[in-house]
């Protein structure tokens, strides 16, 4: 077959195309045919390079646009590469076993209680919370910003860590907690703790990477009775019911130093009877959509309710305003199952009848009360594995393994993982593992394994391993950890 050169007529050169022509071509194409596209010439090079087209990218992907709403305001190569990585992750999750890219540990000794250790939205960097006395006897709790040594080396240290001490005895992490991004692309944290009166206190967390440094930049308390609380960009949210079944929302937005709040208004919530009592409630926050709104979830029901842009100043703090939903769900049974995760923006698995299921509130379809119900089947359980998933992040589920070994008992210091993401289809079975065991990198006085935190945007996973509980010396009681980082692109 004889092809006629492009160059020879110039009629199927790319610049004879208007750029909308290729805008219009490039929405159908996926991401690595996009890249692909690119490399043919400089002309076409140029038309990929445009921020808007990795913008509708991101806007077409199933969670990356709802789940991190920051990446809206990145710059075009941000985005492309970060659609890149997401692909490379989807297409390793097809794979039966999943060998990773990269493994490498280093030590994390503390003298304290440990209370939680997650990552900051890129995988780069890790926030420790533990608590000890011995250090300075006024400040309790101690925030650590630790960015991990890339190095081959077992033994290697962080490359650069900071400390902060504050005088407030902070609870351990929750998922809602965060690390999360702001509207201008800082890392925040929420801490909360209860005191001594009895009323409740949160913090606003600054971690500042560049510096490194962490900042507690406003500290608020309130007296009622929290049901449950969220944070997201520059929002936080908590809520309570009275003793007469009215149910509250306090909705804060924060200035740009975090230090104070640009918003602060008391709401009523139009709650259907029967579901506010002594359900449990959980709030989520979803700033992805046409409207900033508020996500109720119990049991029983999931409610959306759009954030006002303005409170009239003269109402009633007994009489505030009052929001309706917009969008409402109710379970076909009597519930929607136990709650296992909560993702961001709105996704929640529940476990019900041997199944899981993926629950996704479309708010911003033309349909009303729009939503996604997905199913994923556990297989018979095996000796070495667990029915039980261990951790949910980022729309991923991961199942903690131990390996037989030789003689057929089970090493308490082998570990495996099996892994699935979250079904695109209504019906999905099977999991692959993740091939590689921590033998390698540790020592036969290691007795626990606890899968910590996974990072959607880099592909990294964190476990967390303890060697011992106590040392010889039992007045110095203090837990030898390491930490092993897994990449997987």
């Known amino acids: 077959m004889f092809v006629v050169p492009a160059s020879r007529h110039g009629i199927y050169s790319p610049s004879k195309f208007v750029v909308d022509v290729w805008l219009v071509i490039m929405r159908y194409l996926s991401v690595l045919d996009i890249i692909r596209l690119g490399s043919t010439c400089r002309t076409l090079y140029e038309f990929t390079t445009l921020r808007h087209v990795w913008r509708d990218v991101l806007f077409q992907h199933r969670f990356l646009d709802q789940c991190y709403p920051h990446l809206r305001s990145c710059t075009a190569e941000d985005i492309r590469h970060q659609l890149k990585t997401a692909v490379r992750l989807d297409h390793i999750w097809t794979q039966p076993n999943i060998v990773p890219k990269r493994l490498y540990t280093f030590p994390l000794d ?36 630790i960015k991990p040594s890339t190095g081959a080396g077992a033994n290697d240290f962080p490359a650069a860590s900071t400390t902060f001490q504050s005088e407030m005895c902070w609870l351990p992490f929750l998922d809602q907690d965060g690390p999360y991004k702001s509207s201008r692309g800082d890392d925040l944290m929420l801490l909360r703790t209860k005191c001594n009166d009895g009323s409740n206190a949160f913090g606003i967390v600054h971690l ?12 608020f308390r309130t007296n009622v009775f929290v049901r449950n609380y969220a944070a997201a960009g520059d929002y936080v949210v908590y809520g309570w019911i009275t003793s007469d079944r009215r149910h509250f929302l306090r909705i804060m937005q924060l200035n740009d130093n975090y230090d104070s709040f640009r918003q602060d208004m008391t709401v009523e919530i139009d709650c259907p009877k029967g579901h506010d009592g002594k359900l449990r409630i959980r709030y989520d926050l979803r700033l992805s959509g046409r409207a900033p709104c508020i996500l109720l979830v119990s049991t029983r029901l999931m409610t959306a309710y759009n954030i006002p842009t303005t409170v009239p100043n003269d109402f009633d703090a007994n009489s505030p305003p009052l929001l309706t939903p917009f969008w409402q769900l109710r379970p076909a049974a009597v519930t929607f199952g136990r709650f296992v995760k909560m993702f961001h923006e709105g996704a929640i698995v529940t476990l019900y009848e041997g199944q899981i299921r993926f629950i996704r509130p479309d708010l911003d379809a033309s349909e009303s009360n ?7 089947n556990f297989e018979p359980p095996r000796p070495q594995s667990s ?30 993982i099996e892994t699935t993401a979250v079904p695109e289809n209504d019906h999905r079975e099977g999991r692959a593992l993740i091939d590689f065991q921590e033998t390698q990198t540790s020592v036969p006085s290691v007795r626990t394994r606890i899968v910590q935190d996974w990072d959607e945007l880099s592909g990294r996973l964190c476990i967390r391993s303890a060697q011992s509980r106590f040392t010889q010396d039992p007045r110095s009681r203090r837990t030898a950890w390491r930490v092993s980082l897994v990449d997987f692109v």
């Open 110 to 145: 503390f003298p304290g209680v440990f209370q939680g250790l997650k990552f900051l939205p890129g995988g780069t960097w890790l926030v420790l919370l533990f608590h000890c006395r011995n250090l300075n006897p006024s400040r309790h709790s101690n925030l650590c910003l």
């Open 208 to 219: 500042n990477t560049k510096i490194p440094s962490i900042t507690i930049r406003l500290i």
């Open 370 to 376: 729009a939503h996604v119900i997905e199913k994923y």
């Open 387 to 416: 029915q039980w998933p261990c951790l949910f992040a980022a729309q991923r589920i991961f199942w903690l393994s131990s390996l037989p070994n030789q003689k057929g008992t089970t090493c308490p210091w082998q570990m495996a």
